[in-house]
């Protein structure tokens, strides 16, 4: 991802984010929390949740599904057309702003 487009990560107040000063540090992004039950303080991530529970049910173990099937689904999902990106996928989106970053 060029430097340019990634400039901040808000997440939640998971225990994988403990070394969020190190990873803020290395990374040069701005790390922010989400406040407890402010699921709209994480929009992409949320919107990408609701997606994914299209093929798999909410509380779902992930565990049980190959690497493979999680690539096909999240394949699935970001090449998909979205009414938020004017009918075009995340896929195209984001292709389209490396390549006018580059």
Known sequence: ??????????CDQGREMAA???LARR???DV???????????GSNEAFNGLLR?????????SVYSQADL???SHRINTMPR???????????????IALTG
């Not at 929390?33 to 994480?42: L, S, V």
């Not at 299209?54 to 992930?62: A, H, M, S």
């Not at 009414?83 to 702003?97: E, F, I, N, P």
């Open 1 to 10: 991802m060029p430097s340019g487009l990634a400039r901040s990560l808000t």
């Open 20 to 22: 969020h000063c190190e």
């Open 27 to 29: 990374s040069g992004l």
């Open 32 to 42: 922010y929390f989400a406040e407890p039950h402010h699921p709209w303080q994480r």
């Open 54 to 62: 299209r093929y798999v049910g909410k509380g779902t173990d992930l």
């Open 71 to 73: 690539d096909a689904i």
């Open 83 to 97: 009414r938020l990106h004017h009918w075009q996928s995340a896929a195209t989106r984001h292709a389209t702003a």
